[in-house]
């Protein structure tokens, strides 16, 4: 093989890669808009701001960290959110026989009703 051939193979090689990594980068331009998208009419600003005071970039382990919140920021509903149940078994029974039915019946409440 000689020289100018292995240069346009190279030379092919090098674009297509260039083309592959262009396109890697436009989807993950695409998703950081859409998350930008989804902060900025979602997230209330004060939230935000919340949020992020509580990041922190930890270098060791190449990852953004979040740190837990101060006391005076855990609400009441955040305390009641991680006593509520979890185990499959607990969240069945919360609707017992009546999961995925119908219970409440127009006839019957119309004539509660006169």
């Known amino acids: 093989m000689n ?3 292995e240069i346009q ?3 092919e090689e090098f674009n297509r890669d260039r083309r592959e990594l262009e396109g890697a980068q436009n989807e993950l331009l695409k998703d950081l808009k859409l998350q930008y998208l989804i902060i900025d009419n979602f997230i209330p600003p004060e939230e935000k701001e919340r949020l992020m005071a509580r990041l922190r970039y930890d270098d060791e382990e190449d990852v953004w960290k979040m740190d837990p919140p101060p006391p005076e920021q855990v609400s009441f509903k955040t305390n009641m959110i991680k006593r ?9 029974h919360r609707f017992g026989k009546h999961q995925g039915r119908r219970v409440w019946n127009h006839e019957t409440s119309s004539s509660l009703m006169m």
């Open 84 to 92: 509520y149940p979890t185990s499959p078994a607990l969240k069945s």
């Open 9 to 11: 193979d190279v030379t």
């Open 3 to 5: 020289s100018s051939q």
